[in-house]
C-alpha cells in the first residue's frame, strides 16, 4: 500500500509542491491581515489576494484528482497495476490518500498559524480554538468535495471537464457555506456529497475495463 502511495506522489509531485508553496503564501497572507488589522480600515488587499488563492486552490485540488484519473485511463497504470497482486480498491484507496496527503498539505500549517496566532492575540477563551476547528473541519470538506468532483470528471470526461466541473462547485458550495456558516448543517451536507462522489467513482473504476 505504501508503494502505491509513494507512486501517486511521485508521479503528481507538482501538486504537492503546488500545495506547500500556496500554503505558505496564505499563511503570509493571514498573518499580514493580523498583524494589519485595524477596525477602521479592514485589510483589503490581504482579504482579496486570499479569495483570489482560494478560487486558484479550489481549481488545483479538483484539478489534481482528474490529472490522477485521467493520466491512469490515458496511460492505463491501472491495467499495468492490475496484472501485479494488487486489487482496484487498493489503487484507488492509495490515489484518494495520495489527494487527502496534499490537502492537508496545504490546510494544517493553515491551522496551525491561526492557533498561534489566536494565542498570541486573543484571551484563552476555548470558543476561539472551537472556531478554528469548525473552520479547519468545514475548509477540509470543502476541499475534499472539490478533489472528488475531479476524479469523477477526469475518469468521464475531457481534461477541460474538470476545470468547469470545479468552477461549478465552487460557485454551489461557496456561497452555500456562507449562508448556512460552519455549523453541523453543511458539514453534513458537504460530508454526504463527498461519501456519494466516493461510491460512484469506486464503482465507475470497479466496473470499467482497463
Not at 10 to 18: E, G, P, S
Not at 113 to 129: G, N, Q
Request: glycine residues 6%.
Amino acid at each position: 500500500m505504501f508503494a502505491l502511495i509513494k507512486r501517486e506522489i511521485q508521479d503528481h509531485l507538482v501538486y504537492f509542491i503546488a500545495a506547500a508553496v500556496f500554503s505558505a503564501l496564505l499563511v503570509l497572507v493571514l498573518v499580514e491581515a493580523v498583524f494589519k488589522y485595524d477596525s477602521r480600515n479592514p485589510p483589503v488587499i490581504s482579504i482579496s489576494l486570499g479569495v483570489a488563492f482560494a478560487a486558484i486552490v479550489t481549481l488545483g485540488i479538483c484539478g489534481m484528482g482528474a490529472s490522477q484519473m485521467y493520466l491512469d485511463k490515458s496511460r492505463r497504470i491501472s491495467a499495468f497495476l492490475s496484472t501485479l497482486p494488487v486489487s482496484r480498491s487498493r489503487i484507488l484507496l492509495a490515489r484518494i490518500t495520495a489527494g487527502i496527503l496534499a490537502i492537508l498539505i496545504l490546510l494544517v500549517p493553515l491551522a496551525i498559524t491561526a492557533i498561534f496566532l489566536l494565542r498570541l492575540f486573543t484571551p484563552p477563551i476555548p470558543l476561539y480554538s472551537g472556531m478554528v476547528w469548525e473552520i479547519f473541519t468545514a475548509t477540509f470538506l470543502l476541499a475534499l468535495a472539490c478533489y472528488c468532483i475531479g476524479l469523477q470528471t477526469g475518469w468521464n470526461s475531457s481534461a477541460i471537464t474538470p476545470s468547469l466541473g470545479g468552477l461549478g462547485l465552487t460557485c454551489i458550495f461557496v456561497p452555500l457555506v456562507v449562508v448556512k456558516g460552519l455549523g453541523p448543517e453543511i458539514m453534513v451536507i458537504l460530508a454526504s456529497f463527498i461519501a456519494a462522489s466516493l461510491f460512484r467513482t469506486w464503482h465507475n473504476f470497479s466496473s470499467t475495463s482497463l
